[in-house]
C-alpha cells in the first residue's frame, strides 16, 4: 500500500523544542529549511543572538520534501541572462551557481554531515534532437565564461548511464551530486544549534512589524502567543510564503507544487541495470521529470510537476507512475511505496534573489535548484545582514518582479498547467517525426 508521505521522513528522528522562545534576539529567521538553518548558522558563529521560528514542525517543507539532487545552476540560459541582465551579471550568474555547489558541498564534507551524500553527477537528457543542440550550444558560452566540468553525451554513449531508448543524447555534469534530503537538514539542524541558534517549531509568525526609530529601533515579531523583539528579521519561507505574513513577497513568489514517488525495494541489481551510471537523471521536457537511484541502491524515485496547480498525492499518482513506466517499461507491475508532494518557490525571473523590502531579508525564489543554492543563499544573506552596505552576491542585481493581477494566490497556474500539457503533446509529434527521419 502507497504511503502519502516523503519515503526520506522513514525511521528519521524528529527534533522538537518546547521552550518557549526569548522575548528578544539580535535576529528572527521565519523558516527553518536551508536557507533559514544556513544563515542561522553563519550568523550564530559571528555571535548574534538568533532565533528561528517554522510554522509547521521543523523540516516539514520542502527541505525535507525534494529529489535530493545536488547540482549547480538556475533555469536561465546564458544568451536569456545576457539580454536581460548584460554579459557582466549574466557571467556572475553562472559563478555564482557554481560556487553554490561547491559551497555546499563542502559545507557537507567538512562538517563530516552524515546526508549519504554521492558524487554521482547528472545527466541532463534530451526530449527532443533540438535539445542536444541547444544544451551544446550553451554549454560552448558557459565555458567561455569559466572552466566548467560538463560535457555532452552522444547517444550512442547512452547505454552506459541509462537503460532506455527514450533520449537523444544529454549533458552530463562531473561535480553533481545527491543527499539524503531529511538526513542533510537534519545534520544543518545540530550544526545551527551547536552554533547557538535557537530554533522553534509549530511557531507561525503571523507579522512583522518595523518600529520607528523615535521609540525603539527594530521589528516586534508577532505569533499567536509571543511577541519578540529583534533587530533584523530574515524571511526563509520560498514556496511556503503566506500572503498574510508578507504581501509583498507573496506577490514576487510561486508557489508550484512539485510531485515524487519511490518505488518498493526492487533490489540493486535491478536498479543498476536501469541506471547502471548510478547519475541523477533531469529531462529537458517541459514538464520537467526527474529521477535517481535512493542511497540505499534499492529503489527509484521519481518526481515531476504532475500539475501546476494544488493537487492531493493521491490524485497525481496515476501521472508518476505512468511516466515512470514510459522511461523503464520493466517496471510494469512494481508497487509504488511512497508518494508525497511540496512547493518549489518561483521567481517571475526564473532566478534565486537575495532582497530587502522594508528593512525586511529575504533569500528564496530557487526554482527547484534549492538543495545547493538555498544553504549557498541563506550564508549570503547571513553575510549581508553582517554587512548591509556590501553587495555580497548577483543575487541582489536580478529584482524580485511581480505581475499585473497577482496577490499571492496564483490562479493562472491552472492555464500554466495546461499550456505544459499542451506543449508537451506537440513534442511528442516532433519526437515521432524526429524518430521517422532517422
Not at 528561528?52 to 517543507?61: A, H, W
Not at 541558534?197 to 527594530?218: E, H, Y
Not at 500572503?243 to 518498493?264: E, G, W
Request: proline fraction near 5%.
Amino acid at each position: 500500500m502507497t504511503k502519502f508521505t516523503p519515503f526520506w521522513w522513514e525511521g528519521q528522528p524528529q527534533f522538537e523544542n518546547t521552550d518557549v522562545p526569548p522575548s528578544t534576539a539580535d535576529i528572527v529567521i521565519v523558516g527553518a529549511g536551508y536557507t533559514g538553518l544556513s544563515a542561522a548558522l553563519t550568523l550564530s558563529k559571528s555571535g548574534k543572538n538568533v532565533i528561528v521560528l517554522d510554522s509547521e514542525m521543523i523540516g516539514f517543507g520542502a527541505s525535507t520534501r525534494n529529489g535530493g539532487m545536488l547540482g549547480s545552476g538556475h533555469k536561465v540560459s546564458t544568451d536569456q541572462a545576457k539580454k536581460k541582465y548584460g554579459e557582466d551579471i549574466a557571467a556572475e550568474l553562472h559563478k555564482e551557481a557554481n560556487a553554490s555547489l561547491a559551497f555546499t558541498t563542502n559545507l557537507i564534507t567538512v562538517n563530516n554531515i552524515d546526508c549519504e551524500f554521492q558524487a554521482c553527477g547528472r545527466l541532463r537528457t534530451s526530449w527532443l534532437p533540438k535539445d542536444q543542440v541547444s544544451m551544446s550550444d550553451n554549454l560552448r558560452k558557459l565555458k567561455a565564461i569559466e572552466d566548467f566540468n560538463s560535457k555532452m553525451i552522444g547517444p550512442g554513449m547512452m547505454p552506459k548511464s541509462i537503460k532506455t531508448d527514450l533520449y537523444f543524447g544529454g549533458q552530463f555534469y562531473q561535480d553533481h551530486g545527491s543527499v539524503h534530503p531529511r538526513k542533510f537538514h537534519y545534520g544543518l539542524l545540530k550544526l545551527a544549534l551547536e552554533a547557538g541558534a535557537k530554533v522553534f517549531g509549530s511557531r507561525p509568525v503571523i507579522k512583522v512589524t518595523q518600529l520607528s526609530k523615535l521609540k525603539q529601533d527594530g521589528f516586534d515579531v508577532l505569533t499567536p502567543n509571543l511577541k519578540i523583539h529583534c533587530k533584523q528579521v530574515l524571511m526563509a519561507t520560498n514556496g511556503y510564503t503566506r500572503s498574510n505574513l508578507s504581501k509583498y513577497l507573496s506577490r514576487r513568489v510561486l508557489p508550484v507544487p512539485s510531485f515524487v514517488i519511490t518505488t518498493v525495494d526492487i533490489g540493486k541489481d535491478k536498479v543498476q541495470s536501469l541506471l547502471p551510471g548510478g547519475h541523477c537523471m533531469v529531462e529537458t521536457r517541459k514538464r520537467y521529470c526527474y529521477y535517481r537511484p535512493t542511497p540505499c541502491g534499492t529503489r527509484i524515485m521519481l518526481g515531476t510537476r504532475a500539475a501546476m496547480h494544488s493537487i492531493s498525492a493521491e490524485e497525481a499518482l496515476p501521472t508518476l507512475r505512468k511516466m515512470l513506466l514510459e522511461i523503464f517499461p520493466s517496471l510494469e507491475g512494481v508497487e509504488i511505496s511512497h508518494c508525497w508532494t511540496g512547493f518549489t518557490g518561483f521567481s517571475f525571473s526564473q532566478l534565486p534573489n537575495l532582497s530587502i523590502n522594508k528593512g525586511v531579508y529575504s533569500a528564496l525564489g530557487y526554482c527547484g535548484n534549492g538543495v545547493a543554492m538555498a544553504p549557498y543563499l541563506g550564508h549570503m544573506a547571513a553575510l549581508k545582514m553582517l554587512n548591509p552596505d556590501h553587495k555580497v552576491t548577483v543575487f541582489e542585481s536580478t529584482p524580485l518582479q511581480t505581475r499585473p493581477y497577482y496577490f499571492g494566490k496564483p490562479w493562472f497556474l491552472p492555464i500554466a498547467s495546461a499550456y505544459f500539457r499542451a506543449f508537451d503533446l506537440l513534442d511528442y509529434y516532433r519526437r515521432k517525426r524526429s524518430i521517422k527521419k532517422n
